[in-house]
């Protein structure tokens, strides 16, 4: 795992088509198909052009009155999420089932209506299940239903707004001595209800992390890694803290992925945002509950952390 990102900078290299079509060889060789050269050369320029409009959305949210900012980060994210799918399927887009959204949201109450309560439905296709598929080996999520609640609980950089308004933690704090030694504090196998070795079957069933060992003792866990993580939705990576943290809730894992997190919220978000304009001015001008802290602290972390877990994703594959 890397926190080396120097923002829009670190992807300058893929804005060169040689290194691009080098790149998509690199990752269609692991893919073990037979015309790597032509289709590297095929997808190299919408492979860029893909980050570069994502890049745009992304540096004109930045300016832009928070009204419109989920509009502008979810086509950001989503431009950006394309270029991901060039490096892994050289035929992206190989039928229209894959370019809807691939998540519903339920039609907004008018009474009584908390963001932090609604609800998205994951659909059977569309670049949201793709997406959870192909990048991330999450199979099986047609139907599923997970709250905004749930969702900005996993994103670290609100660990902060959460200990504030519901007085509760929910990340702590990891130290990597090395690559593949961790130091985790013990207080974990209370949150989750489990002993040692329930947490090591946990760590391997649900999120495929294979471990040399764990280790006891009053305060902490040290767990030896067989290999380096590269990327992982256990361990986060919290940019505002700039420490590597984990979850205090286990539950849903397969929502824990923030890149899919971040989908999910700012699909909703920009839907209420261009089809609920009452409920959305109401928000923003009246501040009347805990929902506009987080929304507004959510985007304010989208902007910066959407492209840095985009380029997280890259490097993995640049060093595979």
Request: hydrophobic residues 35%.
């Amino acid at each position: 795992m890397s926190n080396y990102y120097k923002g829009w900078s670190s992807f300058s290299c893929f804005f060169s088509a040689e290194y691009s079509q080098n790149f998509l060889k690199k990752c269609y060789r692991n893919l073990h198909i037979s015309d790597i050269d032509s289709k590297s050369y095929q997808n190299c320029y919408p492979f860029m052009y893909f980050l570069e409009h994502g890049k745009l959305y992304y540096q004109q949210a930045i300016s832009a009155p928070m009204s419109i900012q989920p509009i502008l980060l979810f086509y950001g994210l989503v431009h950006l999420i394309k270029a991901c799918f060039l490096t892994i399927d050289p035929n992206y887009p190989n039928s229209t089932s894959v370019l809807a959204h691939g998540v519903s949201t339920r039609k907004l109450k008018k009474q009584q209506y908390l963001f932090f309560q609604d609800e998205v439905k994951i659909q059977k296709n569309g670049l949201f299940t793709y997406m959870a598929e192909k990048m991330f080996d999450c199979k099986n999520l047609e139907g599923e239903k997970v709250k905004m609640g749930h969702l900005f609980n996993q994103v670290p950089e609100l660990s902060d707004l959460f200990r504030a308004l519901e007085g509760k933690s929910t990340f702590l704090k990891v130290n990597f001595h090395n690559p593949n030694l961790i130091i985790i504090p013990n207080q974990v196998l209370d949150l989750y209800f489990m002993n040692s070795n329930h947490f090591r079957n946990y760590l391997e069933r649900n999120h495929g992390i294979q471990l040399e060992g764990i280790e006891e003792n009053k305060t902490e866990l040290t767990v030896r890694l067989l290999e380096t993580l590269n990327q992982s939705s256990f361990i986060k990576w919290d940019s505002r803290e700039r420490a590597y943290v984990i979850s205090t809730d286990k539950e849903k894992t397969f929502f824990s992925n923030e890149i899919l997190c971040h989908y999910l919220i700012l699909y909703n978000l920009s839907m209420i945002a261009r089809y609920e304009i009452e409920w959305w001015s109401e928000l923003l001008k009246t501040m009347p509950n805990k929902d506009y802290p987080f929304i507004e602290s959510f985007l304010q972390v989208a902007v910066e952390k959407g492209p840095q877990l985009i380029y997280q994703f890259l490097e993995n594959l640049a060093k595979s």
